[in-house]
């Protein structure tokens, strides 16, 4: 037989088997009950995670009934999409692919089972290029998930919570002054800016660095090429690339264009940079004996090395390559969630006076006039504030999904639906062992059964107040910010919630009570005259605009994020 005949045979022999898994993998899915929807390729495939971005514009031109399968597993598409596809198919329904079948679900009390119960439904393997730089607390499973989080929890403290709160309103007065002082308040700026806020803040109380405002993480520190910043958004923003690519192979890399060496010099000095942490940490802690400022990394590595000291055996701390993984994922998970969701609440409170006017009555209330309001007596009382942040994560939740595998041990997974209506009983799904599951967070938060005008911004909704009180002091105090209600889950939920939320739900009150009290943020347009007020029909075209451009997001690196955030104007004008 020629070469090409044995290319063909084998070309035609690995079609017949997908084919054939296919088939098997469908018969399994319809098992469930469920709808099912055909993928010709499985989704969590390396092969898909590098091409589907490519060949989205493609099928996106192909009839809706087709392509079915690539719009829900695309995170910007099932993003974009809302629970619409749920509307058609129902709460939960099954993908069946050669790979493996995935479990589609927005029913609110599966979301809740499955985060519940991490020993049943666990990490599944996509997480695994996340341990680039070192095994951490979010990739990991079983006991050595306990571990991860028992050593890592002691970092998510009230004290570092204090911090959080200083430095973050420290970064807003300085990026609000840098508003005020150019362009008499009109900027294309706050997403680039929030993210430089986020990351400083993350750099203060979470790695004991601090920055300036202007410069900071955004220049590169002696003896590197780039910044921490850069290098960070690089390795983010490549990730499957940086895990595929054998970086260590000097004379590969000589080969390579300008472009791609680059994200070669990101991971190597990320890497530096994160080493450098460690070292200057561990050196102030000597220093200081014990007493450096409460920062992320200092309890990490205060943890783990009391430990070793002790004589703890290796598991029941953490090695240096698990706290580069854990700084890695803090940075990951820390960095880009928050600042996305400040740039999105500001622009949203843009968009909606009325709500910025309400909030502001709460901030004027609570805050005073204190130039360094205390936290312990600021935050807690910012309920306006959590209810924008509860909004906007609702609507534009930096993880829209949350993927989880079914253990080993779990060997007959079944899970109680939500019923239909009240008068009748809930209904059980038996799974399949070996299928996926895709939570869709967004979907939940966008059921119109769960959030009535589903689609609408009004962060009221979270807002009980006991009495109509005449005035508004009296009716701030009767406020109470609800409880997350059935379906919300932007943090996660259960054993393995986000050990961020606190730290993120401060830092978001610290800037927005900081910026809001002195500036009033309105829709503006590139071609508008800096300073100058729009009204009229020129704001309404401004405001559209600029709800096109936060319409327009999808997933850039790891978060959902404003795929043209340079397009959003806004003019602050001093209160
Ligand atoms: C608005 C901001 C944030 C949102 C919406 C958010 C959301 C989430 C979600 C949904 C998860 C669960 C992911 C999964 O199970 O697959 C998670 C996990 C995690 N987050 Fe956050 N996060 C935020 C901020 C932060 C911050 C500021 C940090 C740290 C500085 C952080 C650190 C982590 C870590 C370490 C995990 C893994 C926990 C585990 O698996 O036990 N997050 N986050």
Request: charged share 20%; with cysteine.
């Amino acid at each position: 037989m020629d070469s090409v005949s044995l290319i063909i045979l084998a070309i035609t022999s690995f079609f017949i088997r997908q084919l054939y898994k296919l088939y098997q993998n469908y018969q399994d899915a319809r098992k469930t009950g469920l709808p099912v929807i055909l993928a010709p390729v499985d989704p969590y495939s390396f092969f898909w995670q590098i091409s589907g971005n490519l060949s989205v514009p493609i099928v996106k031109k192909l009839p809706e009934c087709l392509t079915l399968w690539c719009r829900v597993s695309d995170l910007s598409w099932s993003w974009a999409h809302g629970d619409r596809i749920h509307r058609k198919l129902g709460t939960s329904f099954m993908l069946a692919s050669p790979g493996r079948n995935l479990l589609i679900t927005s029913d609110p009390e599966v979301i809740n089972t499955v985060l519940q119960n991490r020993k049943a439904f666990i990490k599944p393997d996509i997480y695994e290029p996340l341990n680039f730089f070192g095994r951490n607390v979010d990739t990991v499973n079983g006991e050595e998930w306990s571990r991860h989080r028992k050593l890592t929890a002691p970092c998510f403290n009230e004290r570092v919570s204090g911090f959080v709160w200083d430095e973050s309103t420290r970064q807003a007065q300085s990026m609000l002054a840098h508003w005020l002082s150019s362009n008499k308040g009109k900027l294309n700026s706050v997403h680039d800016d929030t993210r430089v806020v986020a990351l400083h803040v993350l750099s203060a109380a979470g790695f004991g660095i601090s920055h300036d405002f202007h410069g900071g993480a955004r220049k590169p520190a002696e003896g590197y090429q780039m910044s921490h910043i850069e290098s960070l958004m690089t390795v983010l923003n490549h990730l499957i690339m940086i895990i595929a690519f054998p970086w260590n192979l000097k004379f590969l890399n000589l080969l390579l264009p300008e472009k791609i060496r680059r994200i070669g010099t990101a991971v190597r000095e990320f890497r530096r940079y994160m080493d450098d942490m460690i070292t200057n940490e561990r050196r102030a802690m000597a220093k200081e004996q014990g007493m450096s400022k409460p920062n992320l990394i200092s309890a990490l590595i205060r943890t783990s090395d009391e430990a070793k000291t002790s004589g703890a055996s290796s598991s029941v701390r953490l090695s240096d390559d698990e706290i580069k993984g854990n700084i890695f994922i803090f940075n990951l998970a820390g960095h880009d969630t928050t600042a996305n969701t400040l740039a999105y609440a500001f622009l949203l409170l843009a968009l909606h006076p009325e709500y910025q006017e309400w909030v502001v009555e709460e901030i004027y209330e609570v805050l005073g006039k204190e130039e360094w309001p205390e936290y312990e007596k600021t935050h807690p009382r910012l309920k306006r504030i959590m209810a924008v942040m509860y909004e906007t994560l609702r609507l534009y939740g930096p993880v829209p999904t949350i993927p989880r595998g079914i253990a080993p041990s779990n060997t007959h997974p079944s899970i109680l639906l939500t019923s239909p209506s009240p008068s009748q009983p809930a209904s059980t799904l038996v799974i399949p062992q070996t299928t996926n599951i895709t939570l869709n967070i967004h979907a939940s938060h966008t059921n119109s059964t769960l959030f009535p005008s589903p689609t609408t911004f009004n962060p009221k909704r979270w807002i009980h107040s006991s009495s109509a009180s005449p005035t508004p002091q009296l009716s701030l105090s009767t406020e109470t910010l609800l409880p997350p209600s059935q379906g919300f889950a932007p943090w996660s939920l259960g054993p393995r919630i986000c050990p961020g939320m606190k730290f993120a739900q401060v830092e978001f009150s610290a800037v927005l009570s900081t910026v809001l009290r002195r500036v009033r943020v309105t829709a503006s347009s590139k071609g508008a005259a800096p300073g100058v007020e729009l009204t009229g029909p020129g704001l309404e075209a401004a405001k559209k605009e600029l709800e096109g451009v936060i319409r327009d997001s999808g997933f850039m690196g790891v978060t959902l994020s404003m795929r043209r955030g340079g397009d959003a104007w806004v003019q602050c004008f001093e209160r």
